[in-house]
């Protein structure tokens, strides 16, 4: 069984830049949440895709979309870098059955520590 | 809203000794799931346990262990025999259990522990 992967590892930008950063769900899994973690802090939901489409959302600005896959993959994007965008992005997948919760535990990726210059 | 609290920025256990993690929640409703989740140096997010809030009885994993007060709002940790490995940054988490085509599980986190065990 594959579990949840992320890439880049690190990367860095300016401020101003876009960025895309990228996750692959583990096996079986059908749900892909997006958080941010800041350094000592717990991690913030930015939202989270089922079936393509955004299924709940954070309290994050429009910059920050993101993409679902028919693979279940997913993307993240930033636009317009600010410098309290550097923090570290987890992606965590689960699996969610048509018309119910998400039930199963949401497992995470080893992330993408972004930083903003 | 909910809001997870996790009252004790470090903590620290001698090797072989046990140590309790506290966390206190805010919510209003009566079924949700609560977590406890790892995170050692290297970054990645691990499930150490798992509790269901309509069982009334404790989740226990190997040297983990939960104890659960519902009417307290209270999920607290307990690491048993503790190892040189368990040094980490414990999360609690509370994820919401709602039925409908809509809803989602979103995970809201406490600000962590960090937890040293010393040899």
């Known amino acids: 069984e594959t579990g949840v992967t992320q890439s880049p590892t690190h990367l860095i930008k300016t401020r101003g830049q876009q960025v895309t950063l990228r996750c692959s769900s583990q096996?079986?899994?059908?749900?892909v949440s997006w958080y941010q973690q800041a350094l000592g802090q717990g991690p913030q939901f930015i939202f989270q895709y089922y079936r393509e489409e955004e299924n709940g959302r954070g309290n994050f600005p429009p910059r920050f979309s993101g993409l679902q896959f028919p693979n279940y993959s997913s993307e993240l994007n930033v636009n317009a870098l600010e410098l309290d965008d550097s923090a570290l992005y987890l992606c965590a997948s689960s699996r969610k059955t048509s018309g119910g919760p998400s039930t199963d535990t949401q497992y995470f990726g080893p992330g993408t520590r972004l930083t903003v210059l | 809203a909910q809001t997870v609290t996790q009252s004790q920025p470090e903590m620290s256990v001698q090797e072989a000794e046990t140590v309790t993690l506290s966390c206190t929640y805010d919510?209003?409703?009566?079924?949700?799931?609560l977590f406890w989740y790892k995170q050692p140096p290297s970054r990645q997010m691990i499930l150490v346990i798992r509790q269901e809030a309509y069982k009334q009885q404790n989740a226990t994993e190997n040297r983990f262990s939960v104890n659960f007060q519902k009417a307290a709002k209270s999920f607290s940790l307990k690491i048993s025999d503790s190892q040189l490995g368990d040094a980490a940054m414990y999360f609690c988490?509370?994820?919401?259990?709602?039925?409908?085509?809509?809803?989602?599980?979103?995970?809201?986190f406490g600000q962590g522990t960090i937890l040293t065990v010393h040899p």
């Open positions: 919510t209003s409703e009566s079924d949700y799931y």
């Open positions: 096996s079986g899994h059908n749900t």
């Open positions: 988490a509370y994820r919401t259990f709602m039925a409908g085509g809509t809803s989602y599980g979103k995970l809201t």
